[in-house]
């Protein structure tokens, strides 16, 4: 069965949201490979060919961004002391240290300040929450860029939202000035076929899409079904089949749930960030 | 030329880099669809095909999600006058009343709120900048696939930061409940062919990309050698050729250039973040 093989659709759309599917949707190469992506956190070894980081750049830089601001950066770090390190800061992600290469994405008003600096102009406005909140937001777009173009060349991909764990440690790792920080890495590496990673299966569209105005209340009955599509998921993959609501609830409970994310606002600010 | 012709990877990253490029990239159609992406500001009214939104938001719902929280969601506004008023509280951006849909991505945070409630269960660790920022990243790639998806279809798009300008109005007008806010609209429609959209370029690699350290001096001269790439393009698109770095020096000047967006952080506490 062919990618652009529009029975790829309805199997595309099983292995996405279990039996809660939505209507008939539109199908072509690309959006089959959208539909199709999923975190690998198993990989070979092997060194990217030749121009790879090159190209998932162009793809990142070629995403919106605000104002064309462009207020972040990358920083590919494929040393491998350094990999082992940010896997330890990472609460011990093992895949980091064994792709080849992991694309640190930088929230960086460094470079507006600069520019400033340079300029001998104020830079108030980058002191705001609003700046932060834009550079995470272009960082954003231009990484799932990158992993949309990573993917198309075969590649697998995993987010590591844990670089946020200890910021400061992974800002000096990499020798982030003032007002930059790793607002999460993105490992790039061919998957390892012994360890297949699966599609993993999404909130219904009935509780995530809403038309002209949104409703809360009658997402229950949604959110009561993918709980048990999620356990379905969880028992098909040798997991303990909690569902997802616990989930929901686990990462709520406490600060201490947080694995010291709980203090961001302190880092940003000790990171330079102004966050007024 | 056809988009999968290798020819086609010169003339994309002319396009996208101006003079100053990087070396050989990797080549396909969807390397070819992520770098000819331009920002459209001129649609027709036409209705979007049956299907399409849906095929959007599962492609969105496709890309990776902090811990599978999915704490993000969309308000598909296809209302007439909700888009008359979204435009007005974008400072008069006319796209938005014109195009027949716009996406409004939303950080959410009330979906975890309701699951524990019913509960009857803490959910203190959404209270905390870490849940807010986790809730835009995820809003954010979720988009950025949709963005790819509608392209493929031959749409055009264009982010809308400016629903940031006056988020408690924007947050009233389609009904979001506490600890829910619109982090940035995005359109969608046909492109009009009587206003074709130009393909912006971006930065050097050697500002934006780096190997292992970050390096904030040496991007001086590839940021000089990018503020004449701009005012070239500037000039091609008969804009006033200010370059980019007075841009960067105009965002930053004072809280005024931030169109209300310095409120950011009143706001978002009044929309029931805890930002902790």
Known sequence: MALDDPQFAAAALALRYGPDQPGPIRWNPVIAGLLA???VRAYLPDALPAGTIETLVAAAQSAATSSNLQVWSVV????????ARLAELAGGQRHIAQAPVILLFIADLARAGL???????????????????????????AAQNAVVAAESLGLGTVYIGAMRNHPEAVAALVGLPP???????????LPDPAHPAAVK????????????TYAL?????????????????????????????ALI??????AAALNGRDRLKAALRLLGFGLR
Do not use: C, N
């Not at 999404?202 to 038309?211: G, W, Y």
């Open 217 to 245: 209340e009658r997402q229950r009955p949604a959110i009561a079904r993918y709980d048990e599509t999620a356990r379905a998921f969880q028992t098909a993959q040798a997991q303990k089949p909690v569902g997802w609501r």
């Open 76 to 83: 590919a770090v494929s040393d491998a002391d350094k990999r």
């Open 115 to 141: 520019i400033a600096h340079d300029a001998d102009a104020a830079a108030d406005g980058y002191d705001y929450l609003e700046s932060f909140v834009v550079a995470a937001i272009d960082a954003s777009l």
């Open 249 to 254: 609830l686990a990462r709520g409970r406490d």
């Open 179 to 189: 007002r930059a920080m790793v607002i999460f890495g993105l490992v790039i590496g």
């Open 37 to 39: 992506h999923r975190s």
């Open 201 to 212: 299966p999404r909130l219904p569209q009935a509780a995530v899409m809403h038309h002209d």
